[in-house]
């Protein structure tokens, strides 16, 4: 039975890369999201705006305070991630080593999806 994993892309904070060092990149990230849709495993992937793009809610007893910005404070953010479907976790480091390697130096976290 397959599993669904969370293949997270970790980003420093900061002004994405110029088009020259940005596009080579996002050829390779699409020539690798096409063989994994090829594969069967790609169920999806997105990217994420700017931390400052979020809004954290906390209950309080009866109230839910809103705060603009990120949970944490940091100088790396989740930049994006893919969800994938995998025989095993051995199957889902060798996609998530793959994506590392096509977006280094970003690192990339593998994680389950419990459903």
Do not use: C
Request: aromatic share 6%; no cysteine.
């Amino acid at each position: 039975m397959t599993q669904k994993y969370l293949l997270g892309i970790y980003q420093p904070d900061g002004e994405a890369p110029p088009p020259e060092v940005l596009d080579p990149i996002m050829e390779n990230l699409a020539a690798l999201n096409e063989e994994m849709r090829a594969k069967g495993v790609w169920v999806f992937a997105v990217g994420l705006h700017p931390p400052s793009t979020a809004t954290v809610l906390r209950a309080e007893g009866d109230d839910v305070l809103m705060t603009d910005g990120p949970f944490t404070e940091g100088k790396e953010h989740i930049g994006g991630f893919t969800v994938i479907r995998a025989e095993d976790l051995d199957e889902a480091l060798e996609w998530g080593r793959r994506l590392a390697g096509v977006l280094s130096p970003l690192p990339v976290e593998v994680r389950p999806i419990a459903v």
